[in-house]
């Protein structure tokens, strides 16, 4: 079954940290480029950071450069966010998503809640 699922989320105070996984199953993860986006309440859903196939290149949202980290393992057909700094405005569902042949693959959201 070709799917993603999001873990890692909970609840931290400002300033903390937390580690999200996204774990790819059923097609070839090191064959596709991987993104992490958010959704707060009420708002859009943005994009956070994407990764290349490799992990070579990466790009981030400026609201998050300096304080979040993506990173993949092709070998444990996983991708990771390394959060640090949280702020309360970092409290969203984060969803990881591929793209394979033109459709958008998503995951179902972890949810991350920063206190103050």
């Known amino acids: 079954q070709v799917q993603l699922v999001e873990s890692g989320g909970g609840l931290v105070q400002a300033g903390g940290s937390l580690r999200l996984s996204c774990a790819a199953s059923?097609?070839?993860?090191?064959?596709?480029?991987m993104s992490w986006y958010r959704q707060a309440p009420g708002k859009e859903r943005e994009l956070v950071a994407t990764?290349?196939?490799?992990?070579?290149?990466?790009k981030y949202a400026d609201s998050v450069k300096g304080r979040f980290t993506i990173s993949r393992d092709n070998a444990k057909n996983t991708m990771y966010l390394q959060m640090s700094s949280l702020k309360l405005e970092d409290t969203a569902v984060y969803y990881c998503?591929?793209?394979?042949?033109?459709?958008?693959?998503w995951g179902q959201g972890t949810q991350v809640t920063v206190s103050s």
């Open positions: 990764i290349s196939t490799g992990g070579g290149w990466k």
């Open positions: 059923g097609f070839n993860f090191s064959s596709y480029g």
């Open positions: 998503k591929t793209v394979r042949g033109g459709i958008d693959l």
